[in-house]
């Protein structure tokens, strides 16, 4: 039985499935190559049974050729990081126990010791495939598909382990709710490490026969370009990458300005997620393209969960309803479903939510509650739409007996007209609990000082929500993603001369 992406891919032969620097690719290339891909890993062997492979090939043909190869041979995936330094690599090669690891020669030197260092198979991407396709396995969509590795808040990233079943109710889930045809062209910019990448973008692109547009790395006139050209129906990316595109609008000629608008005015759909939307980026990006951006929330261990409507009002801050399949309930401390209108934790069921974490039986047994995955973000409803407040851990500030979010204070003081960005932490303090601290990034050529700052905030804020430090910094630090790292801003406070 063939894997029902592949029989889907099976059916638009001829059509163009990836676009390169190096040029178009049609399904039927892409079959054609990760069947002879598939073939190589097989070797002496009828079926890889879920043998791990850990891949590192930049964004491009190759990636998704050899992402299929893996499945079709019957192997898990195991995406590696362009931008992770040796140590994470081989932590996620050694946790993951890849049995053989696929390279881009760009990366020979560095994969290619720890392959030799672990006794693991290694295959270049620039090695000669076998010119005949053997018999392929037979695979069913029970099987393990693809290990993420996901950062946690606490020690080292857990491996999420998703299924054939699972990819493919994530997968039909979006496609129906944003309403993908073959007809739809996207432009592909994300990690391919990560979910937002593989499955919102390539794997929907691919499962609905359309067509994926592949940058090898961001780069906003590069996308802007392509965004003028006019031939894209879907944007897909995270705030940060939002605002470089405000940026790079904003020091262009008004005529270039106009045609960027006309470029976005031909998508159908622009998407934002993996991180909270400011609605002062929301509110831009809609005056540069016409397009209130759908936010939408979900995470590696249940793929989406919540969106804003493809059609009717969207709101900014909220992330909408439920998706196609998926079950959200929102519960308190003790377990119980609190009442609309009041906070609770996020919790969700269907068919999308991972198999487990690798390896990690109690990992994946504490991470779930009667069957709910608890994803540890906090939300509340208001007129059937959920609002994000923040992570349980990071996001909620227990400070002087009050739970403060993080993220609401952080709406409030992008605001601040000398502000351009901020990120809001709990720092431990043996009086308050912890105290509301805000790392800054000021606008160019701008000063804030504490009293001034505070002063206006009391105009905004309740008065234990206005942060009692602040530190101005060049930039915030930031994951892959593009995610503020806060554990790294809680010790920048911790290290800085405000707290000594």
Known sequence: MNLPLITRAEENNEKIAIITDEGAFTYQDLLQISSRMAT?????????????????????????????????????????????????????????????????????????????????????????????????????????????YTSGTTGKPKGVVTTHQNIQAQVTSLTTAWEWTSSDRILHILPLHHIHGIINVLTCALWA?????????????????????????LFMAVPTIYVKLIAAWKTTSSDRQKSMTAGCGKMRLMVSGSAALPVQVLEKWQSISGHFLLERYGMTEIGMALSNPLHGQRYSGYVGEPLPQVEVRLVDESGEIVPPGTPGEIQ??????????????????????????????????????YRILGRMSVDIIKTGGYKVSALEIEEVLTTHPDIQECAVVGVADPEWGERVCAALVLQPQRQLKLESFRGWAKEQLAVYKIPTKILIVEELPRNAMGKVTKPTVVELFRASSVFN
Not at 105 to 119: H, K, M, S, V
Not at 212 to 226: I, Y
Not at 361 to 384: H, L, R, Y
């Open 209 to 233: 026969g359309a067509e994926c547009q592949m940058l090898s790395k961001f780069d906003a006139e590069t996308v802007w370009n392509r965004i003028c050209d006019g031939g894209l129906t």
């Open 348 to 385: 969700i069921k269907g068919p999308g939510v991972f198999l487990e974490y690798w390896q990690n039986p109690q990992a994946t047994a504490k991470a779930f509650q009667d069957s709910w995955f608890c994803t540890g973000d906090i939300a509340v409803v208001e007129n059937g739409n």
């Open 40 to 148: 190589s890993l097989l070797k002496n062997v009828q079926d890889l049974k879920e043998q791990r492979v850990a891949f590192l090939i930049p964004p491009g043909f190759e990636y998704v050729a050899t992402q299929w190869g893996i499945w079709r041979a019957g192997g898990i995936a195991v995406p590696l990081c362009i931008s992770h330094p040796r140590p994470e690599l081989e932590y996620v090669i050694t946790n993951s126990g890849a049995a053989i690891i696929i390279a881009h020669p760009n990366f020979e030197d560095i994969l290619r010791l720890i392959a030799t260092e672990q006794n693991l198979r290694f295959i270049l991407t620039s090695e000669t495939l076998p010119d005949h396709v053997g018999r392929l396995p037979e695979i069913d969509i029970t099987r393990r598909a693809l290990i993420l």
